[in-house]
């Protein structure tokens, strides 16, 4: 039987969430998201991040959520500025440019931005011949699995402010970087040291959904217009502020969460063990191990993953995730088959 | 306790739907609609449609599904013709102008258009300092509640056909029509005379899903990439197929779809025995009755509906609906209600 | 010879124009229009609205215009109110669509929005469902040849402001309106009445070139940006600066109008006596007459006009306009062909 | 006195088109680039191209060009490669963006494509998640003063017919490049090995106007439509036709750039003599000498040139530009300056 680390939402929703789907089922809710789960949920949402004056809005996936965010925040000469390796950049099928936003993909060596590598975007952007700056976008964790440090937050954080930059933090896996070994940040800091950020719930246990959290008062206005227009306004909106209510009752975002990285943990000094290095350092839920072709050739008979990138003409970089959902016995596996085909000889 | 018509997407998904949900949960699904639920809800569909050669995909909301199906199929400068009461006319915050294309409102009485009047618009789009039109929309059952005759919709077609026009049929309440006591058509029959049209899910029991069926050639390329650029692929893309498997093994959709148009039609009855009258005709899940404004103070301490219009200073036209999951006991409370309250005196 | 009606932008430009281009054309200017000329011409523009806090920007032509003050005003789910027969609704192949705002246009009968037919556009968009109107546009002189009174103006004006709207004044045919028998508003009202308006150059004796007079601060920030974006912003700018200094020196804007208006009334006179009636009234540049077919036959192997509307099976309205270069032997002329043809029997 | 070396469009148009342009002024000509002018200008392309089947439109800008060429040919999940130098991808403000396509920048060293270059940006895009490569658009000459060989052209333009790429030359420097004295290219070549390109008249002696070819005929229907929508139609198009004909009439339009290659390959050899050297290798009319910071303040109090990047802490490369119109005088002036400076003591 093959076991698949491809992605962190192979499976379905943690059963939790799915038996409050369930209860509430035959309730008549107000459509549109104007319903009592999701005022319940965004109350829950406040309570964490330990702030009051904030509009949140559930929003079914993370590409629509970026471009939102986006939309709602830029004018149309204003672009944004992120990793060459953001997923608005690489991974949404141009869905900003699209909404008409240039994406200025800064080289970084490891998926994060620092106010030097934003310095060098305004640089280049000093005239009206030019698109304009004005937003920042991070991801935490990134998309090579990396996480931010508080530290690095607040200068981030304090750079833009004084740029006149808005900070957005994409947190589709927010939970696994919360929850990693490495982690300093609280929710209530995030919160505090971005203008807006969401709360990813998709890649977190949940069937489809993010929270989207915007703090400052330039974005807020007629925010449920754009997202009626975008067509993301979920018609029974209350399945989303269900999930989220089961999300944010009794730490289930935190466990769900711990778990995959507890399970990425076990595969990643499994790897180590066997003499393989990883092309970014990771203590969140993404592992990127570099494997030699013959090895990974092997493991794909058993294995779902996902190549990253040719090393070189012997080796591949592969990505693995896990999630809520993945097993021990999965993970278990893995390292056997690994250990089985051999160490590394270097 | 009140008892809402206000639509139908107030309650969740028929309990069949969320059991399959349920039993699917833990499987390992590959993601984004490429995974064997939505391949088989595909088939099932071509079943029912009796035609193989279509592209079918699988839409979180009726207003996605409208933006996606209009962006693929027309250039910058085209326009897509629909009746004034349309429901991208209206009621999508102008989802299709934000995606550039102007829609142009045709005035007809009752929701639907003809050859003339379509052809009222063409006239009035002749030089290229007009927009061209390319396309003509219409929605069965209508925004009124109305629906089209087999003759009517081929009158249309082959008028479409003939002007170089494309015919989308948004079926956000397909099942309505294709079930209501004045219903000639086949879902086959919308294949054949459509270039592309879409089942509605969400408003027929399921938790959210529209199934796009594509038949035009030069509409189906690259559809895939505008799904994704507009957010519009749900990571957990089978929790869509599965709802349209559910819907169309054993007969589910027509089922529910029935169920909604018996109780609109007992409501239908007992308001005309009331004496009152409807401003468009309905055999499907939307009334529209006429009500004096005394009577509305009244019911509406007990049950929500919407406003439709001011038809004069002592009487509003209200909106009824009803759907899969209405109760009988609240179509009985609502008469009842009304009869307390005296029949008209006209 | 034939002899042309059919529009005001038929002959190049003012002698008196070319000769100033004449002699700077060998000057070193800065481009973009960062030029002393477009400066000097703004400062000509400032002292005929009597206004010092405003921008202003030439640009060059009224699409092109219309299109960049809108999309510095509204953001992306509002929209803008005008008249049916508005230029933005109807002749510009969908260029307010494309950058993604509806128009709504209003069905009134003579070309000019009141408050009352704005309030009835608001009214009908008052949820987060449909989109937002924040923009209302109108055009004086109007496209059928009407005007604004300086009461009517005020109306609107205040109007808006109690609504907040902005309100956005073309005026491609400003210098007619202004310079008609009719008119009680001068460039200042004007100014001070709109939160943006234009001054139309190309209509009125220019090569091309509009000045956009830019006076709500909150659609003034950056609007060269979305010049440039938009392709607007000419290289040789200072071609459009040396256009507007020559109108605005010594009258030329208004002399320019006053001849075309002047050569309207002998042409409207002379229809007039030979028993045929027009369209609508105006004593602009424009006329609408309503002539028989077999007249037209005849007068359109001598001259150039276009038809605007077919009134019934006889009779046909058309559009004639005259121009800063319109010749009174060309007046004569049509009117000399017209009296031969014989008077209305009606 | 100033001179300025800033641009090749720092002054207005050569006498003889002025001249043109006095003699048809009281014409009376069809609108909107309908005019005999216009069509005569066309034809004289054609018959320099050596190609009939083909569409051309005059267009009064280089970022409008570049913008409707691009819109009329990709879909909306569509991408367009350049080199990160390209004018699209840095100077335009986002215009493409702001159509919604992705500009894919590849970096390269000398502003030239190669088909390796462009087979490492299709690499990097191969999924429905990211966009999809299109269309390749260069520049010749490039926007850092290169140009490319015949061999190169048809290099690049065999992979993209194989890859199913369209390729786009933006020829707002056309002249330049073609009288080049490294050049082996012909218009009838560009025609021939491209799907579309432009011919720049703004910098090489028009008032304004670019001839966009197109020979594609994907690309060709309506496009006059898109012009319409995007205000780039001018009312009086004839202006654009008149400055065509007489550049296409006894040779103009090659005497002029010959005439500024001249006069940059005068600066060129003074600059080499007195030591310095270039950032790029150029034998059109942009130059980017590096030269030390105080000789540079010394000569911009007699002389305007612009900032193209600093190359360390004592050395700036700046950007020389000439045109039809520099004077012999003014590069006898700045080499003088130069000398009297001191050669470089490297």
């Known amino acids: 039987m093959i076991y698949s680390f491809n992605n962190d939402y192979s499976e379905g929703a943690h059963p939790r969430i799915l038996q409050a789907l369930m209860e509430c089922n035959l309730e008549q809710n107000d459509g549109y998201g104007m319903d009592r789960h999701t005022a ?3 109350a829950l949402i406040r309570q964490e991040i330990r702030m009051e004056d904030v509009d949140i809005h559930m929003i079914s996936g993370g590409t629509q959520t970026n471009t939102l965010a986006i939309r709602a925040a830029l004018r149309p000469h204003q672009a944004v500025i992120c990793a060459d390796t953001g997923h608005i950049n690489v991974h949404e099928t141009g869905a900003i440019e699209a909404i008409g936003h240039k994406v200025i993909g800064v ?9 030097a590598a934003v310095q060098s975007a305004l640089r280049e ?26 530290a690095e937050l607040e200068a981030l954080s304090s750079f833009c402010k004084q740029q006149g930059l808005y900070l957005f933090l994409d947190g589709a896996r927010l939970g696994a970087a919360l929850t990693s070994r490495d982690n300093d940040l609280t929710l209530a800091d995030i919160a505090r040291l971005t203008d807006l950020f969401y709360i ?3 890649k977190n246990g949940a069937l489809l959904a993010e929270a989207l959290i915007i703090r400052h008062p330039d974005i807020r206005p007629d925010f449920r217009f754009l997202i009626k227009q975008h067509g993301a306004m979920l018609a029974k909106g209350w399945i989303m502020g269900i999930q989220f209510e089961e999300l944010f009752q009794n730490h289930l975002f935190y466990d769900l969460a711990s778990h995959a990285n507890e399970m990425a943990g076990k595969l990643r000094r499994g790897i180590a063990d066997c003499g393989y290095s990883f092309l970014w350092p990771s203590s969140t839920n993404q592992l990127f191990p570099v494997l030699p072709n013959h090895v990974l050739e092997k493991l794909s008979q058993d294995f779902l993953f996902s190549t ?13 995730v ?10 278990d596996a893995f390292l056997e088959a690994l250990t089985r085909l051999g160490a ?3």
Chains 1, 2, 3, 4 share one sequence.
């Open 40 to 42: 319940h949920a965004a």
């Open 107 to 115: 080289r970084v060596p490891d998926g994060k931005l620092t106010p």
């Open 125 to 150: 952007h000093s005239t009206e011949h030019m698109v304009q700056p004005r937003m920042v976008y991070i991801s935490n964790s990134t998309e090579v699995g990396t996480q931010y440090q508080k």
């Open 200 to 202: 990813g719930g998709t």
């Open 308 to 320: 990253q990138m040719i090393v070189d003409e012997e080796h591949t970089c592969i990505r693995l």
């Open 322 to 331: 896990t999630s809520w959902a993945t097993k021990q016995t999965g993970v």
């Open 344 to 346: 590394s000889r270097q």
